[in-house]
């Protein structure tokens, strides 16, 4: 996920007929504009401001800037200030650690561990243990499959280094189920 400032002021009831995207301001505030081609769904902002969701890489949330940029501009008349400012927010990744995972066992050795921000395992609400690490700072949801969620990366290198520390700590206390 990425936030973006396109810097220029957005006329949402008009880009909405003209992009056909999706507007209804009594339930929010923006225009829901899908871009299927790239596989992406950008929220416009009145203010200009902007929300770009699932790309899988960089490169198609710069694609996916340009797009709109273009569209707002050539169809909608918009006129921008300068170039935009984009920053990635979330970055999520799945992993799968290949081992049955022990959770009581991670929830109760990890708890005092150097690495270790905060675990939250509540088995009886969900089955998923959220580790969340230091560094990098990142939350892992951990599941008994040995599949795990890495989400609040901000760089593309952070979920692996994650990934890394956690396995680490699998291997070193034994945290997988055997049998």
């Not at 400032?5 to 992009?19: H, P, R, T």
């Not at 899988?56 to 694609?63: F, G, H, L, N, S």
């Not at 990366?153 to 070193?172: G, L, M, N, S, Y």
């Amino acid at each position: 996920m990425a936030s973006v400032d396109l810097k220029g002021e957005v006329n949402l009831d008009e880009c909405s007929v003209i992009l056909q995207g999706e507007y209804e301001p009594e339930q929010f505030p923006g225009l829901v504009y899908r871009l299927e081609d790239i596989g992406t769904v950008v929220l416009i902002f009145r203010s200009g401001k902007m929300v770009c969701t699932g790309a899988k890489t960089r490169e198609q949330i710069y694609e996916s800037v340009e797009r709109v940029r273009e569209d707002l501009e050539k169809k909608c008349g918009v006129e921008f200030e300068g170039e935009p400012e984009i920053e990635i927010q979330n970055i999520v990744a799945s992993i799968d650690f290949n081992v049955s995972l022990d959770l009581d066992m991670i929830a109760e050795v990890l708890t005092e561990d150097e690495d270790v921000e905060g675990i939250e395992y509540e088995p009886e609400q969900f089955p998923g243990l959220v580790l969340r690490l230091k560094e990098p700072d990142v939350a892992m949801l951990l599941f008994y499959s040995g599949k795990a969620v890495c989400t609040g990366a901000k760089t593309e290198d952070e979920p692996e280094k994650a990934a890394r520390k956690v396995a680490e700590k699998i291997e070193k206390y034994g945290l997988k189920l055997t049998g």
